[in-house]
């Protein structure tokens, strides 16, 4: 199956730096979303992105599809952006399953 | 998300005994998946479903069982065949219409076994 790396594996920022994560696919992809699990679990929508640059505040990502990697870009971290980060593929249309790379673990200390 | 239900938040269960977690959908998604995640680990599939009355094994499915009699609902079984069912479980939905097809998670149970 498709393989879904993520770097680094853990981040620590002083509050107020910026920060970039990587996510490597193996194969081509249909579906690429970025995701935040916040201290409790919850996983918390942050891009859907299988291509392409969006922007969400000081947050914003870029896939390029060809080369088989999408990138998460940080801006004036906070602490509450502490948490684990993760990248999920889904592998060419018709598949319907999302894999997940091992994620980025991020501390923001003050 | 504030469309997916998931309960309990925690579970305890005992050696050899079988327990069901719910998962419940408001968002009229057509598919719905579970997942386990592992302390310090990334979420692996165990089953999922793209339609009523039917669904497929993930990677690590021996051990579960899920039914699919409704849309909106997909619980997931633990059987006393699971050797190390402690865990943080996820339940996903998916609206599958291309460009739309985002997912999104409910807040998770947690499994303890005593």
């Known amino acids: 199956g498709i393989q879904v790396e993520q770097s680094p594996p853990d981040l620590i920022l002083q509050e107020g730096a910026n920060s970039t994560l990587r996510c490597n696919f193996s194969d081509s992809v249909n579906n690429l979303q970025w995701f935040h699990q916040n201290p409790w679990g919850q996983l918390i929508n942050l891009f859907y992105i299988p291509s392409g640059t969006k922007q969400n505040g000081r947050l914003s990502a870029t896939t390029v599809a060809t080369e088989r990697y999408s990138l998460l870009y940080i801006s004036s971290s906070q602490t509450t952006d502490s948490g684990v980060y993760f990248c999920a593929v889904e592998p060419g249309a018709g598949s319907y399953q999302l894999t997940f790379g091992k994620g980025t673990k991020l501390s923001v200390i003050p | 998300d504030g469309g997916i239900t998931q309960s309990p938040k925690y579970l305890f269960r005992k050696e050899g005994q079988n327990v069901t977690l719910s998962c419940e959908q408001n968002l009229n998604h057509d598919a719905m998946y579970w997942y386990r995640q592992d302390p310090g680990q990334g979420l692996r599939l165990i089953y999922y479903?793209?339609?009523?009355?039917?669904?497929q094994k993930g990677d690590i499915a021996e051990g579960y069982s899920v039914s699919r009699e409704k849309k909106e609902s997909f619980p997931l079984t633990v059987t006393s065949a699971q050797k190390n069912p402690t865990a943080f479980y996820l339940c996903?939905?998916?609206?599958?219409?291309?460009?739309?097809?985002?997912?999104?998670f409910g807040q998770g149970t947690r499994l303890t076994v005593v």
């Open positions: 479903s793209q339609i009523v009355n039917d669904f």
């Open positions: 996903a939905t998916r609206y599958l219409s291309t460009g739309k097809d985002e997912a999104f």
